[in-house]
């Protein structure tokens, strides 16, 4: 049983590239969330998609984009990479929304540099 | 976003002792988690409070959600090495709001043999 899987786990970007973190579950949930972690500052949320074909901004969006084509994967893409976006990325599912227990990946470190 | 403190940020404990950790807001919360995340790992769901009072065991964790189901609190007794971590808060709002879960910026527990 998988779970959350999230490709890759590191990754190391110069300034003005772009990538796209994979993230894909297959417990058939509906909730999916994209979350940044900076030392000492939590987790912070990105984007977040309550099924397929429908996302929405979290706290923190700027310089991010998702989609979700499928219950199963839900990517973000990073556009024109900025030091600011250096952080931990953790992408999460849940079957209720909010108050039901989130499952999340292994984590994303990405580096710009 | 619905702000959620913690304290303290950090703690560093021997084997035996006992520590809470808080967890506090001024918004009300339809439930209220506690996760623990390991270097290089996601987070792992503790346990999920939902009535305002309610206490939760899990072996020697204790959790409390605050009566009007704005706080909560983590109580460890006798501490074991194996309790050392990442302790993060996370409440889910009402209404529109409960679509995400909001994290705290944690608690760093350390607990020396």
């Known amino acids: 049983n998988a779970g959350v899987t999230q490709t890759p786990k590191f990754r190391i970007l110069k300034i003005g590239q772009s990538m796209t973190l994979q993230c894909t579950q297959d417990m058939n949930h509906n909730y999916m969330y994209w979350y940044r972690q900076d030392p000492g500052m939590g987790l912070k949320l990105i984007y977040y998609?309550?099924?397929?074909?429908?996302?929405d901004k979290g706290e923190v969006p700027n310089g991010y984009n998702v989609s979700r084509s499928t219950t199963e994967d839900f990517p973000l893409r990073l556009e024109l990479a900025a030091p600011s976006q250096t952080s931990v990325y953790f992408c999460?599912?849940?079957?209720?929304?909010?108050?039901?227990?989130?499952?999340f990946g292994q984590g994303t470190r990405l580096t710009v540099v | 976003t619905q702000l959620l403190e913690q304290s303290p940020q950090f703690l560093s404990i021997q084997e035996g002792e006992n520590l809470t950790v808080y967890c506090n807001s001024s918004?009300?919360?339809?439930?209220l988690q506690w996760y623990r995340q390991e270097p290089g790992e996601g987070p792992v769901l503790l346990v999920t409070v939902v009535t305002g009072g309610e206490v939760k065991k899990l072996k020697r964790l204790t959790f409390q959600f605050g009566d009007a189901r704005k706080d909560s609190s983590l109580h460890i007794t006798a501490a074991q090495p194996g309790d050392t971590g990442l302790y993060l808060c996370a409440g889910a709002g009402e209404g529109d709001s409960g679509y995400a879960l909001n994290f705290g910026k944690g608690t760093s527990l350390l607990v020396t043999p």
């Open positions: 999460a599912s849940s079957y209720y929304r909010g108050r039901g227990e989130a499952f």
């Open positions: 998609s309550v099924g397929a074909g429908i996302t």
């Open positions: 918004s009300v919360f339809s439930s």
